[in-house]
Nanobody
Framework: QVQLVESGGGLVQPGGSLRLSCVAS????????MQWYRQAPGKERELVAS????????NYADSVKGRFTISRDAAEKTVTLAMNSLKVEDTAIYYCNALSTWDAAEYWGQGTQVTVSS
């Protein structure tokens, strides 16, 4: 069965850093683009970052460019989001997403809470 298991969320001060991890299982990892979304209370879900099947291409929302870095590890079947210089506006639930490049398959993690507050 498919699983996306997220970890790394928590409470940090403005200017601090967090690293989110998503461990994938139950599907062919290198056929999927991997993405991170976030959703703050009362707001629409937002695509934060994406990375192609072998990590050759990445994209970021304008709001996080220069502060966040997405990466993937094929051996560990893991996607990470390194978040630096965090702002209060980054507070949200962050979701790991897998999007197939071969068919219509798409999977989601359970979400992990990131809170940036002093």
């Amino acid at each position: 069965q498919v699983q996306l298991v997220e970890s790394g969320g928590g409470l940090v001060q403005p200017g601090g850093s967090l690293r989110l991890s998503c461990v994938a299982s139950g599907f062919i990892f290198n056929r999927y683009n991997m993405q991170w979304y976030r959703q703050a209370p009362g707001k629409e879900r937002e695509l934060v970052a994406s990375i192609s099947t072998f990590g050759t291409s990445t994209n970021y929302a304008d709001s996080v460019k220069g502060r966040f870095t997405i990466s993937r590890d094929a051996a560990e079947k893991t996607v990470t989001l390194a978040m630096n210089s965090l702002k209060v506006e980054d507070t949200a639930i962050y979701y790991c997403n897998a999007l197939s490049t071969w068919d219509a398959a798409e999977y989601w993690g359970q979400g992990t809470q990131v809170t940036v507050s002093s």
